[in-house]
């Protein structure tokens, strides 16, 4: 087996779990979970291609200066969990903004996933139902105080459709492709990447297939059809997705779900969603070749 030469290897995965303090916490509590989990998960793969064991630890929010100090930022990578983006904003100070700036730019790499996505995106559109407003979605524009991604991050791409509810969006396993293999996974609440009016340098990793975008009112699918992107940062980069892929079938009890969240009031079909998704190795493999092996590689 020939083994495959990194120049730019990641050693550590230093895994946002919030700033534990605050009643806020940040990211959601299961999200840091399953995060730790999925990459541990990905150590079994790592080894298949001559890939080092990664280091993975996690890191709270009122540590987070002083640890990404000691660690080197060329062979760390930061993953900030899904979280929503409001309460990322109400939890980071401004200290640490610039803290995670440095990093990047001093070649750390980071990975974040649909409501720190949305966060770190320049420019967020969101139309959701809220407690507050529970009949009629607002469309929420904010600009991010950690701009990683220049263009428009915009969803959620399966909104609600009734007319009562939480929350704005329902649950779905939606299909993906790297342009080469499929991979059916998780989407809650994500949305898409909007690169018509972004100038930088941004690679698509994985795209939503159109069938999947005009079923879901998307006629116009090319500009929807960003599901993650990688975009050089100083003299690293960054991963945003707006999926899951840590949700399997395992993860989903239907009876459960279907007690506590209703399809009837949430919107979403547990069954279809469970049997649709992929299997926790195709789900793996895919990750780890589409999106995380590029952005080792810094293959921007």
Known sequence: MIK??????????????????????????YNIVKRIKMFNELNKYREEIQRPAWNVTTVAGEHLIDTLTTHNPQETLLVIPAGQSTNLDKVFSDDQIAMVKNFFNEGGRGYLTCG??????????YKDLCTE????????IKTSRLPLFQGVAEGPLC??????????FLSDAVKVTDGKDFCTIYLSGGGSFLLNQCTQKVKVLVKYLPNELIQRGKQDWQQWQNAVIMAPIGQGGVLLSMFHPYY????????????????SECGTNWRKVKESLSPIDVRMQFVLKSMLNPLEDKDF
């Open 133 to 140: 407003q529970p009949e009629h979605a607002n469309t929420i």
């Open 159 to 168: 909104p609600y459709p009734g007319k009562k509810y939480q929350v704005g």
């Open 4 to 29: 495959i030469v990194n120049k730019y290897p990641i050693h550590q995965v230093l895994v946002y779990k919030g700033h534990v303090q605050n009643p806020l916490l940040g990211p959601y509590s």
């Open 116 to 125: 720190s996505a949305y966060w770190a995106s320049k420019k967020r559109v």
């Open 248 to 263: 399997g079938p395992n993860d989903i009890d239907v009876e459960l779900y279907e007690k506590h969240f209703p399809q």
